[in-house]
């Protein structure tokens, strides 16, 4: 597949719960190595979106396709497991009773474990974890937990990478070393991510192409100084 090739197809989406609409005609494409955010406010339907791609909610109305292949609409949807996606929560989710290392390793159950080892060691390199490997979670600080979990979500060298609002509730300076690591290795690893944030300088810095999810609708806009992080000057 082309880096121009379209990944993921939104097609007229529509999601409501108890007759309130959430989501309306939601339509838009993420193609093969891009990077996007979707910004919104609390309450926006950015949650329920990223519900639906993965796997965990059905549209009302609407299809979700990946690499051309229908994947959920309102009468059919594949399971998550089956979309090779890789998945960052808002919360880090990670197994409390497995080590960093089997926390990593576990989605690679079903995988092809030829080669896959080499990768998994640069993955915990590029986030700075390997002191980290026999670790459980309650020992890990927050950010420490949100970087096992990125790792965990790129170890399956899933094609198309989603994030949850990855960074809430950590401090500026944090914050920022994180942004510059995800950019760094979807880039380096060519993951195509969707990144989902109410956080304005978040979007300026992960991506050029943003839309905001407000009302039930998406509209595309354009965000000013981007690349900018939340310690450096904001207009």
């Known amino acids: 597949m082309n880096q121009s090739s379209v990944l993921l197809k939104i097609n007229q989406l529509c999601k409501s719960y108890e007759n309130r609409k959430i989501l309306e005609n939601i339509a838009f494409e993420v193609k093969s190595g891009e ?16 519900r639906l791609i993965i796997g965990l909610e059905m549209p009302d109305d609407g299809e979700i396709y990946l690499e051309n292949r229908l994947v959920s609409s309102a009468k059919e949807s594949i399971p998550p497991f089956q ?6 929560f808002q919360n880090p989710a990670l197994w409390p009773h497995m080590n960093v290392l089997s926390n990593i390793l576990f989605a690679m159950q079903k995988k092809d474990t030829k080669h896959i080892h080499e990768f ?5 390199d590029e986030m ?4 980290l490997l026999k670790a459980y979670p309650s020992r ?5 937990a949100r970087r096992v979990s990125i790792a965990r979500a790129l170890a399956s ?8 609002e990855p960074l809430t509730n950590l401090d500026t300076a944090l914050k920022d070393r994180m942004l510059e690591m995800i950019k760094r290795v979807t880039r ?3 993951t195509t991510l969707i990144y989902i944030t109410h956080d304005e300088t978040e979007s300026r810095y992960i ?9 039930g609708t998406l509209t595309r806009i354009e965000v000013g100084n981007r690349h900018c992080l939340s310690s450096d000057k904001l207009p």
């Open 35 to 50: 990077s996007i955010v979707l910004m919104g406010p609390s309450g926006s339907g950015k949650t329920t979106l990223f």
């Open 83 to 88: 979309r090779n996606l890789g998945v960052v």
């Open 120 to 124: 998994v060691d640069l993955v915990i």
């Open 128 to 131: 700075e974890i390997r002191p």
């Open 140 to 144: 890990l600080s927050g950010g420490e």
């Open 157 to 164: 060298r899933p094609r198309l990478m989603l994030m949850d």
């Open 188 to 190: 380096e690893f060519e």
């Open 207 to 215: 991506s050029d192409k943003c839309y905001r999810l407000q009302n």
